[in-house]
């Protein structure tokens, strides 16, 4: 121990300055995650503040949905679900619709019930869309002379039951395609000129929550999604100066009769809304946001997979930065450069300078300790979703053998037990509640912590 009257005020004062300096590091790193994580994850609640605020500031800007878009919205996959409820609640704003679904019966019941509950207009076409090219040119004579200011591309399906890719149909892989991929493309390009003619309009597109990673077993329901997405970021682009706005919502799991097979799903709650709630949720963001999984809690649900995703693809770069793409999904763009996973464990003992005053020495091992424990933690959280990682696969390999064993009749059962696997369980499986605590832990938070040692 060396007395303080020992310490040459010039070592005292160049100790403070690289402090300082570090500090001020470290502050400005936190500051800009902050900011970071602001910019892409509430762009969207701070566009809706934007958007409610602005009709006090600025009264003469169009208000109303029809104002904005058209006295016309053209609704994909209508009588059902999420199409269904993008009908009435459009109907509700005064929004005449068109309605395009396979069966005659259910679009006649909708249409009439619309009409009367909103005293619109409406008009609805039979169209089966895994047909491909065959449909478009009686939807296009169908629609000429509307003048269509909004289209909402919402038809979709999903696998009757996950499998492999070699498993599935040939012509269910085909029709994936035709009704998750081509008529999102070919109805938008149908109306583009349309929407181009009346110098303002809105291309809605649904894509899902699937489409925030790759899913094993549902491979092309989930690439299918995140055509959805990327197709939508590059028109929104293209459209921009023709007054035209592109949406893209993400919704995750609903009650929708495309949830049948999994009571869980359908019994509903706080993460997983009825149609109709989410529905009017969704609506609402319509021309305030770009980009939106449609409702709260989906958006909530999201950002935890998105932070649980990234936390383990900065691990998985083995400490290398990875370079950040310039276009892409915001979780590609900002993923992070981490240590390699052997080294989160700081060496316990980083050289001091030498004649340090004991009460420097000590808080400099207080900090040193509080950022091993920062990295022990880490560690501890990426061994978990390791861990995770081997329960799931043994989960499908024990699946797999269930299935073969059972033959050829699947169940839909090992539906939610596969989607479980790639999503749900993601969440619940981890235990959140447990990582929770660390995961968030923001730098700035760390740094108050090292803050308070000093
Ligand atoms: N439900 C969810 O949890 C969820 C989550 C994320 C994303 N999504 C997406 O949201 C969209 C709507 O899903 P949803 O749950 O509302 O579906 P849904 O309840 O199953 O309704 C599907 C609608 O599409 C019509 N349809 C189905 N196949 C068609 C085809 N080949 N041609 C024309 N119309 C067809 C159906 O009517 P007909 O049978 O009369 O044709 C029905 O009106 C889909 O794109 C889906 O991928 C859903």
Avoid at 56 to 77: C, D, H, N, R, S
Avoid at 173 to 198: F, G, Y
Avoid at 278 to 303: C, D, I, P
Wanted: hydrophobic share 40%.
């Amino acid at each position: 121990m060396i007395p303080l009257n020992e310490v040459s005020i010039y070592t005292l004062l160049r100790m403070a300055f690289v402090w300082q300096l570090l500090s001020f590091a470290v502050y400005l790193v936190g500051l800009l995650a902050i900011a970071t994580f602001f910019f892409d994850n509430f762009k969207s609640v701070v566009l809706i503040v934007k958007s409610i605020l602005e009709p006090y500031f600025q009264p003469q800007l169009p208000q109303t949905l029809v104002e904005k878009f058209g006295k016309w919205a053209v609704i994909t996959g209508s009588t059902d679900g999420i199409g269904r409820e993008y009908a009435k609640e459009l109907a509700k704003q005064g929004i005449n619709v068109v309605l395009i679904s396979r069966t005659k019966e259910k679009l006649i019941a909708v249409t009439e019930e619309i009409e009367n509950e909103f005293k619109v207009k409406t008009k609805w076409i039979v169209a089966d869309f895994s047909k491909g090219r065959e449909v478009y040119t009686h939807i296009e004579r169908e629609l000429s002379g509307i003048p269509v200011g909004i289209l909402v591309n919402n038809v979709g399906k999903m696998y009757d039951y996950p499998d492999e890719l070699s498993n599935i149909p040939e012509d269910t892989i085909w029709d994936l395609i035709n009704i998750n991929v081509a008529a999102v493309t070919i109805m938008s390009r149908m109306l583009i000129p349309e929407l181009k003619k009346q110098k303002r309009g809105a291309i809605v597109n649904i894509s899902s929550g699937s489409e925030l990673q790759p899913i094993p077993y549902m491979a092309v329901y989930a690439a299918t999604k995140r055509y959805v997405r990327c197709f939508s970021q590059a028109i929104e682009r293209e459209l921009a100066e023709h007054n035209i706005t592109v949406q893209c919502v993400t919704p995750l799991f609903l009650v929708t009769k495309m949830n049948q097979y999994s009571d869980t799903v359908m019994k509903g709650g706080f993460l997983i809304p009825d149609v109709k709630s989410f529905t009017r949720s969704a609506v609402f963001t319509l021309g305030k946001s770009a980009e939106t999984t449609g409702y709260w809690t989906h958006g909530l649900q999201k950002w935890i997979l998105m932070v649980c995703r990234q936390f383990r693809m900065g691990y998985q770069a083995g400490g290398e930065t990875v370079s950040a793409p310039s276009e892409g999904p915001p979780a590609a763009r900002h993923r992070v450069s981490c240590p390699p996973q052997e080294s989160t464990s700081l060496p316990q003992s980083v050289p001091l300078p030498q004649n340090s005053h004991p009460a420097i020495m000590e808080k400099l091992d207080a900090i040193q300790n509080a950022v091993a424990n920062v990295a022990s933690q880490m560690t501890a959280v990426v061994n978990r979703l390791d861990s995770v990682e081997r329960q799931l696969s043994l989960a499908n390999q024990f699946q797999n053998s269930i299935e073969r064993t059972q033959g050829t009749s699947r169940s839909n059962d090992s539906f939610p037990a596969a989607f479980q696997r790639s999503v749900t369980v993601s969440i619940v499986d981890m235990e959140i509640e447990e990582l929770r605590p660390l995961i968030p832990m923001s730098t700035m938070e760390q740094v108050q912590a090292v803050e308070e040692l000093l």
